[in-house]
């Protein structure tokens, strides 16, 4: 668990429930998720221990200003008044292309199989459409649930898709609106593509991940290795300089590089070895010999685990990584 989800969790459960549940209004599904389960851990806090978070927090309070918040807003009338609704409007879909779809965001909180219960029998088109929304991780857990068929198809028009129109994201949001008693307008998205498809493949899982690549391979050899070419596998991380390393292993809990270094190549557990202490890398080394044959089922979920903590570092700019190809990973 990371200091600060940690942390996080222990100024929320001092605030009292209202106050908390104002807080969690604006966070993400994931993000509520870590947070409650590490609440949820939480045992015989001292006071010297919720003293030193409010003092952190109100360090990074003080250093804040206001501006940048409701910058949207700001913006949004600036462009309008310069260029004129028409033209504005097609720049802010470029820029500000993370939507307010109530009826599709509704699902980031839903169980993937409850999703796939949903959507299974809708047209692929449909389901590629909706996925693309969704986090890649919850996407991949979705079209496992789906029979192959749909399956392929569905990450066939992914990797095909570009961009949705305004009109038909507003109507696909609407019935999914109805369904979920949401709401809400729709706005143009420019999700989708082959780095989309790409980032589903990667939390797939090894058989799977191999029969989709092969199922577009048989359509379209060329598009096929677009995506293999912008997919990241563990080995990868052999691609991620020293700092890179060390920031990873911070965020990373030993028993699940245990489980993941078992099926990585010698190159890269020694590349790990060698960014930890002489003491934690002999441990690790001695974990590794005693922790005799595995599952390849539990190595690949650890090291997706962990690919999750280097996307979101590569996302956040912490981090600088590069697919199998020569494109860059973001």
Not at 18 to 39: C, D, H, R, T, W
Not at 89 to 105: K, Q, Y
Not at 305 to 318: F, H, T, Y
């Amino acid at each position: 668990m990371s200091d600060g989800i940690q942390d996080s969790a222990i100024f929320l459960l001092t605030l009292g429930e209202n106050e908390a549940a104002e807080v969690l209004k604006y966070l993400g599904p994931k993000e509520v998720q870590k947070i409650s389960m590490a609440m949820v851990e939480l045992t015989n806090l001292s006071r010297d221990q919720i003293a030193l978070v409010f003092h952190n927090f109100l360090v990074a309070a003080a250093e804040k200003t206001t501006i940048g918040m409701d910058s949207n807003n700001y913006i949004r009338n600036m462009l309008t008044k310069a260029l004129g609704d028409d033209k504005a409007s097609g720049m802010l879909d470029r820029i500000m292309h993370s939507t307010d779809t109530s009826g599709i965001e509704s699902l980031k909180w839903m169980d993937p199989g409850a999703v796939a219960e949903m959507i299974g029998n809708e047209h692929p088109q449909i389901i590629a459409t909706i996925l693309v929304h969704l986090e890649a991780d919850q996407a991949a857990a979705i079209l496992k649930m789906l029979n192959e068929r749909t399956r392929n198809d569905a990450l066939l028009r992914i990797s095909t898709l570009d961009g949705v129109q305004p009109v038909a994201l507003r109507e696909l949001n609407d019935v999914l609106g109805k369904l979920l008693s949401g709401g809400g307008k729709g706005k143009k998205s420019l999700r989708g593509g082959v780095s989309t498809a790409a980032d589903i493949l990667n939390f797939m899982g090894g058989t799977l991940e191999a029969e989709m690549i092969e199922n577009v391979r048989s359509f379209d050899p060329e598009l096929a290795q677009k995506i293999e070419d912008k997919m990241f596998v563990f080995e990868n991380v052999l691609d991620v300089d020293d700092r890179g390393i060390q920031l990873i292993l911070r965020e990373v809990q030993s028993e699940a590089l245990i489980f993941a270094l078992k099926g990585a190549s010698e190159e890269l557990r020694e590349k790990i070895f060698k960014n930890m202490s002489s003491r934690a890398a002999e441990m690790m080394r001695e974990d590794l010999e005693s922790k005799g044959p595995v599952k390849l089922s539990d190595v690949e979920a650890n090291q997706k685990e962990i690919l999750k903590v280097v996307k979101r570092l590569s996302d956040e700019g912490q981090i600088a990584l590069s697919g199998k190809g020569d494109d860059a990973y973001v």
